[in-house]
């Protein structure tokens, strides 16, 4: 991906690694579209950065994804990056008497059919630009499943699963398929005590460290690794999976 002169759309842009993400991206002479739920988040990271578009989006809305697509497509018919990087964590208790399917459900929905809906329907503005990405935000947990949250690890490894299958059909196009790995990272995704956990990585480090890597295109097979991820990602053939499977297990 060239890191200048792109139009960008990423989901989950109103806070964490979305917003962090794009700043970096704005700074760096893009324009982006970011998109999330909260209009107040979105007007007030559009001000901090001029140039900026903020649009409104609940990914949840099977409806809504279309409309917004077909807005973003006659507003930005140069779009060539989709950055997919809304999503929810929660945790789920299947020793409970009984499961709250609620929150699987919608875990699917946000982290799963989401991507699947945006990205067909703004597959064909990026295939008719000259060079285009297609990116989702995974999870180190894509690889190994943290046992509190079965349904956010299971989403992500279907994520990962899923963005190899249409690199592999997209491979003969103009359209790059990325995957972006966070390792735990210093954001609000569970809560506000994860902003502040010094077991995460703070979220400029992750930052700086994604753009030096896409600067670099160091991305071997599509993957977007950075350094912290790479125990989790690599587990199962550095034969240490079951250990770090026990050691999330009992967080
Ligand atoms: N932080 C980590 O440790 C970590 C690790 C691995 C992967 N990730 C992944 O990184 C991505 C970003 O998470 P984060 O850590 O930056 O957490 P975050 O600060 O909670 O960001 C989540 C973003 O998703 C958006 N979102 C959630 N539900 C939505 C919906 N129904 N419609 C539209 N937007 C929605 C939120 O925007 P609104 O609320 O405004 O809609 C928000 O901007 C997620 O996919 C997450 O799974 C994070």
């Given at each position: 991906?060239?890191?200048?002169?792109?139009?960008?759309?990423?989901?989950?842009?109103t806070?964490?690694?979305?917003?962090?993400?794009?700043?970096?991206?704005?700074?760096?002479?893009?324009?982006?579209?970011?998109?999330?739920?909260?209009?107040?988040?979105?007007?007030?990271?559009?001000?901090?950065?001029?140039?900026m578009?903020?649009?409104?989006?609940?990914?949840?809305?099977?409806?809504?994804?279309?409309?917004?697509?077909?807005?973003?497509?006659?507003?930005?018919?140069?779009?060539?990056?989709?950055?997919?990087?809304?999503?929810?964590?929660?945790?789920?208790?299947?020793?409970?008497?009984?499961?709250?399917?609620?929150?699987?459900?919608?875990?699917?929905?946000?982290n799963?059919?989401?991507?699947?809906?945006?990205?067909?329907?703004?597959?064909p503005?990026?295939?008719?630009?000259?060079?285009?990405?297609?990116?989702?935000?995974?999870?180190?947990?894509?690889?190994?499943?943290?046992?509190?949250?079965?349904?956010?690890?299971?989403t992500?490894?279907?994520?990962?699963?899923?963005?190899?299958?249409?690199?592999?059909?997209?491979?003969?196009?103009?359209?790059?398929?990325?995957?972006?790995?966070?390792?735990?990272?210093?954001?609000?995704?569970?809560?506000?005590?994860?902003?502040?956990?010094?077991?995460?990585?703070?979220?400029?480090?992750?930052?700086?460290?994604?753009?030096?890597?896409?600067?670099?295109?160091?991305?071997?097979?599509?993957?977007?690794?950075?350094?912290?991820?790479?125990?989790?990602?690599?587990?199962?053939?550095?034969?240490?999976?079951?250990?770090?499977?026990?050691?999330?297990?009992?967080?």
């Open positions: 991906m060239n890191i200048t002169g792109n139009t960008i759309l990423i989901t989950g842009g806070s964490g690694i979305g917003k962090a993400l794009a700043e970096a991206l704005h700074a760096r002479q893009n324009k982006v579209i970011i998109a999330g739920r909260r209009q107040q988040l979105l007007d007030q990271v559009t001000a901090a950065n001029p140039g578009i903020g649009l409104q989006l609940d990914v949840d809305d099977k409806g809504s994804i279309e409309q917004f697509a077909a807005q973003v497509q006659r507003q930005f018919p140069e779009l060539n990056v989709l950055i997919n990087n809304a999503g929810i964590m929660r945790a789920e208790d299947y020793t409970a008497e009984k499961v709250d399917v609620a929150t699987a459900e919608a875990t699917l929905t946000t799963i059919s989401s991507v699947v809906r945006l990205t067909a329907a703004l597959l503005t990026l295939k008719a630009q000259p060079k285009a990405t297609l990116m989702a935000t995974t999870s180190g947990l894509a690889h190994v499943p943290m046992a509190a949250f079965p349904t956010y690890s299971g992500k490894a279907f994520l990962h699963a899923w963005l190899e299958a249409v690199r592999f059909q997209l491979r003969n196009t103009n359209v790059e398929v990325l995957e972006l790995t966070p390792p735990y990272v210093q954001t609000d995704l569970t809560g506000s005590h994860q902003a502040n956990d010094p077991r995460a990585m703070p979220l400029d480090e992750f930052i700086t460290e994604v753009m030096q890597i896409l600067e670099s295109g160091n991305t071997p097979k599509g993957e977007i690794l950075v350094e912290r991820v790479k125990p989790l990602r690599w587990a199962e053939k550095n034969g240490s999976y079951e250990q770090l499977l026990t050691a999330l297990g009992s967080q």
